[in-house]
């Protein structure tokens, strides 16, 4: 089938829930994709930060292939070899102690909310049982990740929303000390937000989020479902801010593409008993096969390093064209998670990139998102800044 064949079966056929560009992406390779009718485009999407590896990473498919040849599934009613290697990769090379696995970043920010209250009734603190998260903060389509969300227009149509869920201003402290009440068990933040328009937390933020729940008892979770596995410069977010949460959740670039989640957690949040929590398919073979040869090219060529070099030549030519586009006011984040911050809706952008060979989105209505694979070179740097600019001025930007 051609594009647009793919384009009208799919919409006579699958529920509206995504705003579709409308082609049909079909093959891929290192950070290039094709269409069904064969066009070539630069990837700085990657999936929206999935294929941090590239499209059809040689180790991971490898891995995928051997594991379906041996055994995709047999439940959590048994040992999973794989599941124990990647769980000892992450937690060896983590501050944290414990892995669960489930299929989603909203699985494991579920696992984490459900995680604060055990931890609350454990501890001596019954009464505990709401989550404080950030203001245009996301963290997933579930009900109670939706309610987690500090954005109104995601939770719109939904109502009523389950109970159990604060807000508060991102890099306020003043703010969320005095949203804390006797009700918190636990504050939920991204190191970096993402959706809400690659908005960093100040480290000055995190660090007194980390006292403030030290004395309150409180569990400091991080969000690294986009920013974690080598994005930001570090195999995890926290270590870029000196900042030691005691879970964070993962998901995204974790199995190089394929569908997986995970929550870590220190000692003292190991508080589920069996049967408290599960999932089906979490950790499955299949995934965490995928997830070891993902983790573990990250690990030995230093996929994040590579990720902060790369990711500031980037900056540095998207700063370069802020000072050349009128419309250009910043470029905000981290490594390979870049935000260009616009004065006006930046979809025109993105669609005439698309039109030229290049796949950047949109996210919070003005910022252009850049999350390529961390592979990419200036070669590649460079074609995309060049299609860029062209579609800027194309958009009179």
């Not at 937690?91 to 995680?115: Q, T, V, W, Y």
């Amino acid at each position: 089938m051609n594009n647009q064949q793919i384009v009208d079966l799919g919409q006579q056929y699958l529920m509206p829930t995504y705003n579709r560009l409308p082609i049909a992406l079909v093959a891929g390779e290192g950070a290039y994709v094709y269409d069904a009718d064969g066009n070539k485009y630069l990837d700085f999407v990657a999936g929206v930060a999935v294929n941090s590896l590239g499209h059809c990473y040689p180790p991971v498919v490898q891995a995928v292939r051997e594991q379906a040849g041996r055994l995709l599934h047999c439940s959590n009613l048994y040992w999973i070899e794989p599941q124990v290697k990647l769980a000892k990769l992450l937690i060896d090379h983590s501050c944290f102690d414990k892995a669960f696995f489930c299929n989603s970043g909203a699985e494991a920010n579920e696992a984490a909310i459900k995680l604060s209250r055990k931890y609350a009734k454990t501890n001596g603190h019954g009464e505990r049982y709401e989550i404080l998260t950030m203001l245009n903060s996301f963290h997933g389509r579930t009900l109670a990740t939706l309610t987690a969300t500090g954005q109104d227009k995601c939770h719109v149509g939904f109502d009523p929303l389950p109970i159990g869920f604060a807000y508060a201003p991102f890099n306020d402290l003043a703010a969320v000390a005095a949203a804390v009440n006797e009700k918190t068990a636990a504050i939920l933040l991204e190191p970096i937000q993402g959706e809400g328009g690659v908005l960093p937390a100040e480290q000055q933020f995190l660090q007194g989020l980390r006292k403030l729940c030290d004395e309150k008892d409180m569990l400091l979770i991080f969000d690294e479902v986009q920013v974690g596995c080598g994005r930001t410069g570090s195999l995890f977010a926290y270590q870029q801010f000196g900042v030691e949460p005691d879970a964070i959740t993962l998901a995204k670039a974790l199995a190089g593409g394929l569908a997986i989640g995970a929550l870590l957690a220190k000692e003292k949040a190991n508080v589920f008993a069996p049967g408290e929590h599960a999932s089906t398919f979490g950790g499955n073979a299949l995934a965490t096969a995928a997830g070891c040869a993902a983790i573990g090219a990250m690990l030995e060529k230093d996929i994040p390093g590579q990720a902060k070099k790369i990711g500031a030549y980037l900056k540095k030519r998207l700063e370069d064209l802020c000072g050349r586009f009128h419309a250009l006011q910043q470029v905000r984040g981290m490594g390979l998670l870049l935000g260009l911050c616009c004065d006006r809706p930046a979809a025109p952008v993105v669609a005439k990139c698309l039109e030229k060979g290049l796949l950047i989105n949109c996210t919070a209505g003005t910022v252009l998102r850049f999350v390529p694979p961390l592979i990419i070179g200036q070669t590649e740097v460079d074609q995309c800044i060049s299609i860029l600019e062209e579609s800027l001025t194309a958009c009179g930007f």
